[in-house]
C-alpha cells in the first residue's frame, strides 16, 4: 500500500538504508527482534480496522476508472496530520496497486470510539468520490469485467508482480483483484484469560468462521467462480512461505512467527531509485543474513521483509486478521464487532473456544501426511479443510454453519455486557438473521443478482 500524501509523491521508491558502519544482522538477532517488536505484551484495549474498498464509475461499472480521477477524489479530502495523510479523525489513506482505496482508522481505545471515528473519516471519503460520479464498492473480489492494471509502478510492486507471476495469475489477481477488511487487536498480556499465546490461538481457530460468515467474493470480471470466498481461495494458491500461518504447534508465538519471518522467500531488495527491486529466485531472508544476497542484510531490510509476509493473521506488535472479504456499506461494523466482543470478552472467548473445537477436530481429521513424516502445507491455514470449506461453500457447510452461529450469540452476549453497544448489538444481530441463520453469507446476495441479471456490483447499502 502506498500512503496518500499533499506533500510526498505517493509512488516515490524510499532509498535503502546505507550500508557502511552497519553492524551484520545474525539468526539469532534477527529472531530476537522480531519476537519482540510484533508481540506487544499489555491488557488488551485498543482496536482498529483496515478497509479496502474497489472504485467503479456509478454509471457505468465495467468501466475502467482513470487513476488521475481517483487521485482528484483523494486531493479534495481534508488531510493532515504530521505527514499529510491523515483524515479528520485521524483515518490514513493508502492506494493499492490496482486503485483501491484503504481507509486506516487510528488505534481507539475500545470498539465504540474505532467505530465512531470510522464512520466519520468514511462519510467525507465516500462524499469526495461519489462528487466525482464514483462509487466505493465493497467487495472481497472485483465483480466488473473490466480491465484491471497496475495503477501504481513503487518498484516494491514491480517486484511482487514478478515473484507472483511465476506461480500463475494469482498474484496479479490479488493485487489488481480484491479487497479485504482487516480487525486490528491487541496481542494481549504475558499470561492469565487474555495471555498472547490463547488470543494467537483463538484468532486463527476462528479463521474459518470469519471467512464463511462474511464470504463475499463469488464473482470475478463478471463470472461465478464456483467460491463465496475467491479472495480467501485466491491467497490458498499463492507462495506458501508467506501466505500460510506459521506452524500451529511452536507454544511460543513470538518464536513461530520469528522463524516463519526467517524461513519466507525475499519478495524484493531495496536499491537505489532507478534500479529494480527484485530479488533472487528461491532466497529466504535467513539463506540472505548467511550470505545468499549481493550485501548483507540490515535490520531495516528485516522490517522491510515483514510488509510483504501475508499470513491469514499478521503481528505488528498488535494481531491484524487478514482474512475477512470487503463487505458493502457499513457492514465492515459487524466483523468488527464480532472479533473485538470474542476476544476482549473471558466468557465469550471461553464460549468461542468450545464452539470451534468440532472444527478442530474436522481440521485434524484433513491433514494430509507425508511418507516422511513432515507437515504437508495443506495442513496449515488457509489450505487446510476448514478454510477451504469456509471459502467454497461458507455457513451452506452444516459445521462452519452451526460454529458461525455460536460464536454469533456468544458476540451478542458480550456485546450485551459492553456500555453503550446496544445499537452495535441490534446491528451484528441483524445480520445473523440475515446470513447464518438462513445459510446464506453476503456472496449470497452477490449471486443472487449475478442470476437475476439485475446488477453488476453490489449496493453499497448501510448493513441491517
Given at each position: 500500500?502506498?500512503?496518500v500524501s ?5 509512488d516515490?521508491p524510499?532509498a535503502?538504508?546505507p ?10 538477532g ?5 519476537s519482540g517488536?510484533?508481540?506487544k ?5 485498543l482496536?482498529?480496522?483496515?478497509i ?11 468501466r475502467?476508472?482513470p ?8 486531493d479534495?479530502?481534508?488531510l ?6 491523515s483524515?479528520p479523525s485521524?483515518?490514513r ?6 486503485g ?9 481505545s475500545?470498539l ?5 471515528d470510522?464512520?466519520r473519516?468514511?462519510?467525507?471519503l465516500?462524499?469526495?468520490?461519489a462528487?466525482?460520479?464514483?462509487r ?7 465483480p ?11 518498484p ?28 486490528c ?7 492469565g ?5 490463547r488470543r ?7 479463521g474459518p468462521?470469519l471467512?464463511?460468515a462474511?464470504a463475499?467474493?463469488?464473482?470475478l ?26 506452524a ?6 513470538g ?23 527484485t530479488a533472487p529466485p ?5 539463506d540472505?543474513?548467511?550470505g545468499?544476497?549481493?550485501r548483507p542484510?540490515?535490520?531495516a ?6 510488509t ?15 482474512m ?5 456499506g457499513?457492514g ?8 473485538t ?23 485434524r481429521r ?12 495443506a ?14 461453500l461458507a455457513?451452506?457447510d ?16 458480550a456485546l450485551?455486557?459492553?456500555?453503550g453497544?446496544?445499537r ?9 438473521e ?10 449470497d446476495d452477490?449471486l443472487?443478482?449475478?442470476?437475476a441479471?439485475?446488477r453488476?456490483t453490489?449496493?453499497?447499502e448501510?448493513?441491517?
Amino acid at each position: 500500500m502506498i500512503p496518500v500524501s499533499r506533500t510526498t509523491p505517493a509512488d516515490r521508491p524510499s532509498a535503502p538504508p546505507p550500508q557502511s558502519g552497519v553492524t551484520p544482522l545474525t539468526e539469532s538477532g534477527a529472531r530476537s527482534h522480531v519476537s519482540g517488536v510484533c508481540f506487544k505484551i499489555g491488557p488488551p484495549e485498543l482496536v482498529g480496522v483496515e478497509i479496502e474498498w474497489f472504485v467503479h464509475d456509478d454509471r457505468c461499472p465495467d468501466r475502467p476508472v482513470p487513476p488521475e480521477l481517483i487521485r482528484s477524489a483523494l486531493d479534495s479530502l481534508p488531510l493532515g496530520g504530521p505527514d499529510g495523510t491523515s483524515l479528520p479523525s485521524g483515518s490514513r489513506l493508502t492506494l493499492e496497486p490496482g486503485g483501491q482505496v484503504e481507509l486506516s482508522s487510528p488505534p481507539a481505545s475500545g470498539l465504540m470510539a474505532c467505530v465512531d471515528d470510522t464512520r466519520r473519516d468514511l462519510t467525507a471519503l465516500r462524499a469526495a468520490f461519489a462528487a466525482r460520479g464514483l462509487r466505493l464498492t465493497g467487495t472481497g473480489t472485483d465483480p466488473s469485467a473490466r480491465p484491471r492494471e497496475m495503477v501504481l509502478d513503487h518498484p516494491r510492486y514491480l517486484a511482487m508482480e514478478r515473484f507472483f507471476s511465476s506461480a500463475g495469475p494469482w498474484g496479479r489477481i490479488m493485487m489488481t483483484g480484491t479487497a479485504s477488511v482487516q480487525v486490528c487487536v491487541d496481542a494481549g498480556d504475558a499470561d492469565g484469560p487474555q495471555a498472547v499465546a490463547r488470543r494467537w490461538q483463538l484468532v486463527h481457530r476462528l479463521g474459518p468462521v470469519l471467512v464463511a460468515a462474511f464470504a463475499n467474493s463469488p464473482v470475478l470480471d463478471g463470472k461465478a467462480t464456483g467460491h463465496r470466498s475467491t479472495r480467501q481461495t485466491v491467497w490458498s494458491r499463492m507462495d506458501p512461505t508467506r501466505t500460510l500461518a506459521p506452524a500451529p504447534d511452536h507454544g511460543d508465538p513470538g518464536e513461530a512467527w520469528a522463524q516463519y519471518v526467517l524461513d519466507a522467500q525475499v519478495l524484493c531488495m531495496r536499491r537505489p531509485e532507478g534500479l529494480p527491486w527484485t530479488a533472487p529466485p528461491g532466497l529466504t531472508f535467513r539463506d540472505w543474513i548467511r550470505g545468499g544476497g549481493e550485501r548483507p542484510p540490515t535490520l531495516a531490510d528485516l522490517d522491510y521483509h515483514r510488509t510483504t509476509l501475508f499470513p491469514p493473521v499478521r503481528p505488528h506488535g498488535y494481531l491484524e486478521l487478514r482474512m475477512i472479504d470487503a463487505q458493502p456499506g457499513d457492514g465492515w461494523m459487524v466483523p468488527a464487532a464480532l472479533v473485538t466482543a470474542l476476544l476482549d470478552d473471558p466468557l465469550a472467548a471461553e464460549a468461542t473456544l468450545a464452539a470451534l473445537e468440532p472444527l478442530e477436530r474436522l481440521e485434524r481429521r484433513g491433514h494430509p501426511q507425508r511418507p516422511d513424516g513432515r507437515e504437508h502445507p495443506a495442513a496449515r491455514a488457509p489450505r487446510s479443510e476448514a478454510w477451504r470449506r469456509a471459502a467454497t461453500l461458507a455457513v451452506a457447510d452444516p459445521e462452519l454453519r452451526r460454529a458461525t452461529l455460536a460464536c454469533f450469540a456468544a458476540a451478542d452476549a458480550a456485546l450485551g455486557r459492553m456500555p453503550g453497544a446496544e445499537r452495535l448489538r441490534a446491528t451484528v444481530g441483524a445480520f445473523a438473521e440475515r446470513y447464518p441463520a438462513r445459510g446464506r453469507c453476503p456472496a449470497d446476495d452477490q449471486l443472487d443478482a449475478l442470476r437475476a441479471g439485475t446488477r453488476r456490483t453490489p449496493p453499497e447499502e448501510p448493513a441491517p
